[in-house]
């Protein structure tokens, strides 16, 4: 009975600790792989042009700027020359 409400709460414990993390955040990096089966902005995890286009190498898909990258680089640069 001991071992039994012990490896209850170590598995109740374990719940909770899950339950509490935060969840992963979000980045947008530079480059999207764009086309046929993965939309627009599409899949929006390459850092470099070069590793985007390796993604996209004999699949038909293209690699363009992230458009929430470009917008928000945009949008700080006319805050700052607004001033």
Not at 15 to 30: F, G, K, Q, T, V
Not at 53 to 59: D, L, T
Not at 66 to 83: C, D, E, K, L, W
């Amino acid at each position: 009975m001991r071992k039994t409400t012990l490896a209850v709460a170590t598995v109740l414990t374990a719940l909770a600790a899950m339950s509490i993390s935060e969840p992963a955040s979000a980045y947008d990096y530079p480059y999207c792989l764009q086309g046929r089966g993965v939309g627009i902005p599409g899949d929006c995890s390459f850092q470099t042009y070069s590793q985007c286009e390796a993604s996209a190498s004999g699949r038909g898909l293209t690699c363009n700027i992230n458009p929430r990258v470009a917008f928000q680089r945009q949008s700080r640069a006319r805050a700052i020359h607004n001033y």
